[in-house]
């Protein structure tokens, strides 16, 4: 009796505490109070992405390439860069359809980076869709990261209608910005671009 009581549960959501939320991966997990934060109740409500292994938050990584990594070890992983565009001191270099940037020293504003430069950050939009171990992505839910990472560091807000939404969430700590874009679908609470610093 035992083995299928045990295999029916497996089948089902599991009934979690109500501090705690139900991860990606069907499993209760203590809920941070980050769903608490003014305008997280306007956010869609989440349904997270397939788990992953292309997107490390805490070590700001996605397929490989790196915040702090030089630019020679970025080509390394990901091909030769699609292009190189123009920045007074620095230039920003494109891969992946244009879904991962990063921008790099260019003292001599020649578009390619200078020997020794590295990433200053990587910046992740569509096309590029790959997921965290946590099921989190461009795509979800900006409440998702509420959810797994509790209250940001900083939020920015815009106003809609006389109606404050939040339109960033930024966890200093982590090196984690999420964003909500207004001008690409007038803040649809779903990630269009995340920031990755590394802790
Ligand atoms: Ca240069
Ligand atoms: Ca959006």
Do not use: K
């Amino acid at each position: 009796m035992l083995p299928i009581l045990l295999s029916l549960a497996c089948s089902t959501l599991p009934e979690c505490g109500p501090d705690q939320y139900v991860t990606a991966t069907n499993e209760c997990a203590d809920s941070p109070s980050g769903l608490a934060i003014e305008g997280a109740d306007l956010l869609p409500a989440c349904d997270y992405a397939e788990p992953g292994d292309r997107l490390q938050f805490a070590a700001g990584c996605a397929d490989g390439a790196c915040d702090g990594m030089l630019y020679d070890d970025v080509v390394a992983v990901l091909g030769a860069a699609e292009e190189c565009t123009d920045s007074t001191s620095y230039t920003f270099c494109y891969w992946a359809d244009g879904g991962i940037h990063s921008f790099f020293d260019d003292a001599d504003d020649d578009q390619v980076p200078d020997a020794g430069a590295t990433t200053h950050g990587i910046f992740l939009e569509e096309p590029w869709d790959g997921t965290s171990e946590d099921g989190l992505g461009l795509g979800v839910s900006l409440g998702c990261f509420l959810e797994v990472y509790g209250v940001p560091d900083t939020v920015e807000y815009e106003e809609i209608d006389g109606v404050r939404q939040l339109s960033q969430l930024r966890w200093t700590g982590l090196g984690l910005f999420v964003e909500d874009d207004l001008e690409a679908d007038g803040l649809d609470g779903f990630t269009d671009e995340l920031d990755l610093f590394g802790r």
